[in-house]
């Protein structure tokens, strides 16, 4: 556990009494409760609680009794306990997910930028996401890329998300779409321009989700084959074929 509101509630109620910020935080490092690389625990869980008790008030779990010193409201039972410590797990879970997704795109980024790279291209990625990832170079002509990266999901399928915003900002023909297929054992590269795109939204082999802010792009690589949106539309062609771009 390294939530100190959390640390705080054990604590209170296995001690069953009035307790300092301070003898909380101690009890908590004591008990393994906590982990914490700040010059100030203390503070932090003065702070945590005082929180607690400020905005949710008396559904708060603590009840401050004079300054400093806290105990744990009556009203406060086990099941809400493990309730905050659910709700905690959830939200530690989502933020391992979203830190995870963070690092696989920018990968997949650095992955397609070195590629491009090696072909001659003088290319770069971008410091801020506004719907370009890399912008390339070669024989004086600009190149905008798009880059999405998935990992095989359990029904043997790649799914990526475009905004349609940025679609609908950067629908030139020099504008490309690099989808990083990332299996265990390899990595291929889906690349389509801009009007193959389009072309598969207007088949509706892609579709529009999420209340018409974002494209689902389903791929999927059977017996060497690619297929997007389903099994009648073949863009093998487009699969690790950089030529694409040009």
């Given at each position: 556990m390294s939530n100190f509101k959390l640390a705080a509630i054990k604590i209170l109620r296995d001690e069953g009494k009035l307790l300092h910020y301070e003898e909380i935080t101690k009890k908590a490092i004591e008990n393994n409760l906590i982990e914490t690389s700040g010059a100030t625990p203390e503070a932090t869980m003065n702070a945590q609680i005082s929180v607690d008790i400020k905005l949710k008030k008396e559904k708060s779990a603590f009840v401050r009794i004079k300054p400093g010193f806290y105990s744990l409201n009556p009203n406060f039972s086990i099941k809400n306990e493990l309730d905050e410590e659910k709700h905690f797990e959830e939200e530690e879970k989502l933020n391992l997910e979203n830190i995870g997704t963070q690092y696989i795109g920018k990968a997949g980024e650095y992955l397609v930028c070195s590629e491009l790279l090696f072909r001659?291209?003088?290319?770069?990625?971008?410091?801020?996401?506004?719907?370009?990832?890399?912008?390339?170079?070669?024989?004086?002509?600009?190149?905008?890329?798009?880059?999405?990266?998935?990992?095989?999901n359990k029904y043997k399928t790649y799914v990526f998300d475009l905004r349609i915003s940025s679609l609908e900002r950067y629908n030139k023909n020099n504008t490309y779409y690099v989808f990083v297929l990332k299996?265990?054992?390899?990595?291929?590269?889906?690349?389509?321009?801009?009007?193959?795109?389009?072309?598969?939204?207007?088949?509706?082999?892609?579709?529009?989700?999420?209340?018409?802010?974002?494209?689902?792009?389903?791929?999927?690589?059977?017996?060497?084959?690619?297929?997007?949106?389903?099994?009648?539309?073949?863009?093998?062609?487009?699969?690790?074929?950089?030529?694409i771009i040009r």
């Open positions: 001659g291209y003088n290319a770069s990625v971008m410091s801020v996401d506004d719907g370009i990832d890399i912008f390339a170079t070669k024989k004086n002509t600009l190149y905008n890329i798009q880059v999405k990266t998935s990992n095989e299996e265990s054992k390899k990595i291929d590269f889906l690349i389509l321009p801009y009007n193959e795109i389009q072309k598969n939204i207007d088949l509706e082999n892609i579709l529009v989700i999420n209340k018409n802010t974002r494209y689902r792009v389903n791929v999927k690589l059977r017996n060497n084959k690619l297929y997007v949106g389903n099994k009648e539309n073949d863009c093998t062609y487009y699969l690790n074929n950089w030529d």
